[in-house]
């Protein structure tokens, strides 16, 4: 059995980057971090870039640049013990190519995988391909966020596409991607995207019907990430879809009614493909993640499992953990 888990958002700028930088590299994961560690993998979408240099992003409106000094922000990605960080999202170019590029090299010398940005849109819509203890994982990562921020033929950027299961154009480019995965039957295949906008609760008619097509095209675990909310799980032919991971870790304003500090810690354990899933709830304080207790924990498990129910999904409790046999 393998034990992988799946975060939402980790943006490590900012006023995170502010505090990292007095106090220990591993401070940002709080009390979650014994459990990253015993997790046999971790894939998290990495929200900032991981560079000093570059300039701010000024050819189009952007009301927000993060980025993280990768002398600190590197070896905490490494105490937690990430495999993986999608690079797809709406920030990876918030400084620049210059900025982008610190963030490949910095991830490739620390051994950690990512996709969903390079040098040229092919390089971004490379997949990613991990060993985590003899169980082959491969990721392919894409965001219809920021087009101006998508690579071109010859230009770095992200792997931009429209998610929508009727566009021949998506399914031409995202096809593309997962044949040359299935090309290597990896034991698990993975879809990282970042989808939508900010606050969304829900996912759209279009997003659960390209979740379908994902799952018709041999995906195994759909992770979707940028609502900046958790939303509901979906279990389509025994395709785990994980439809907004939501906020791990940021400095974000909490709105009150929403709770955008609140979310959890996925856990999906593999045997030959998806088995369970498990839930633990966490909360972002002192720009670092913690689990959630009491009443905290309590809102998040009860408004996960209402967000589930509309997709026929059902959770057990135990513990502190909901947990869903697949």
């Given at each position: 059995?393998?034990?992988?888990?799946?975060?939402?958002?980790?943006?490590?700028?900012?006023?995170?980057?502010?505090?990292?930088?007095?106090?220990?590299?591993?401070?940002?994961?709080?009390?979650?971090?014994?459990?990253?560690?015993?997790?046999?993998?971790?894939?998290?979408?990495?929200?900032?870039?991981?560079?000093?240099?570059?300039?701010?992003?000024?050819?189009?409106?952007?009301?927000?640049?993060?980025?993280?000094?990768?002398?600190?922000?590197?070896?905490?990605?490494?105490?937690?013990?990430?495999?993986?960080?999608?690079?797809?999202?709406?920030?990876?170019?918030?400084?620049?190519?210059?900025?982008?590029?610190?963030?490949?090299?910095?991830?490739?010398?620390?051994?950690?995988?990512?996709?969903?940005?390079?040098?040229?849109?092919?390089?971004?819509?490379?997949?990613?391909?991990?060993?985590?203890?003899?169980?082959?994982?491969?990721?392919?990562?894409?965001?219809?966020?920021?087009?101006?921020?998508?690579?071109?033929?010859?230009?770095?950027?992200?792997?931009?596409?429209?998610?929508d299961a009727e566009s021949e154009a998506t399914r031409r480019v995202v096809g593309r991607t997962l044949a040359r995965v299935r090309d290597r039957d990896p034991d698990l295949l993975v879809a990282s995207l970042h989808w939508g906008p900010n606050m969304r609760t829900e996912p759209t008619d279009a997003f659960q019907g390209f979740a379908r097509w994902l799952a018709d095209a041999g995906v195994d675990v759909v992770h979707?990430?940028?609502?900046?909310?958790?939303?509901?799980?979906?279990?389509?032919?025994?395709?785990?879809?994980?439809?907004?991971?939501?906020?791990?870790?940021?400095?974000?304003?909490?709105?009150?009614?929403?709770?955008?500090?609140?979310?959890?810690?996925?856990?999906?354990?593999?045997?030959?493909?998806?088995?369970?899933?498990?839930?633990?709830?966490?909360?972002?304080?002192?720009?670092?993640?913690?689990?959630?207790?009491?009443?905290?924990?309590?809102?998040?498990?009860?408004?996960?499992?209402?967000?589930?129910?509309?997709?026929?999904?059902?959770?057990?409790?135990?513990?502190?953990?909901?947990?869903?046999?697949?």
């Amino acid at each position: 059995m393998t034990r992988l888990g799946f975060t939402g958002d980790v943006m490590l700028g900012r006023l995170v980057d502010e505090h990292q930088r007095r106090r220990a590299v591993d401070a940002v994961w709080g009390d979650v971090l014994d459990r990253l560690r015993a997790l046999d993998g971790l894939l998290v979408n990495l929200e900032c870039c991981l560079s000093t240099r570059g300039e701010p992003w000024r050819r189009t409106y952007r009301p927000f640049h993060f980025r993280a000094d990768p002398d600190w922000a590197v070896p905490a990605l490494e105490a937690a013990g990430v495999d993986y960080a999608s690079l797809a999202n709406n920030h990876v170019l918030d400084y620049g190519r210059t900025a982008l590029r610190d963030t490949l090299a910095h991830l490739d010398d620390a051994g950690i995988a990512h996709a969903g940005a390079g040098e040229d849109e092919d390089a971004a819509r490379d997949p990613a391909v991990v060993d985590v203890d003899g169980c082959e994982v491969a990721v392919v990562s894409f965001t219809d966020n920021t087009p101006e921020y998508a690579a071109g033929p010859d230009a770095p950027g992200t792997a931009h596409v429209e998610f929508d299961a009727e566009s021949e154009a998506t399914r031409r480019v995202v096809g593309r991607t997962l044949a040359r995965v299935r090309d290597r039957d990896p034991d698990l295949l993975v879809a990282s995207l970042h989808w939508g906008p900010n606050m969304r609760t829900e996912p759209t008619d279009a997003f659960q019907g390209f979740a379908r097509w994902l799952a018709d095209a041999g995906v195994d675990v759909v992770h979707g990430h940028s609502a900046h909310v958790f939303q509901g799980v979906e279990v389509l032919d025994g395709t785990l879809v994980l439809y907004d991971a939501g906020d791990f870790v940021d400095d974000y304003a909490v709105d009150g009614d929403l709770r955008n500090d609140r979310s959890f810690c996925f856990e999906v354990r593999v045997d030959d493909g998806p088995v369970e899933l498990r839930l633990l709830p966490t909360e972002i304080d002192d720009y670092a993640v913690h689990r959630a207790r009491g009443p905290a924990a309590d809102w998040s498990r009860e408004r996960m499992c209402d967000l589930s129910n509309a997709f026929g999904t059902t959770f057990e409790r135990d513990g502190e953990e909901l947990v869903l046999s697949l």
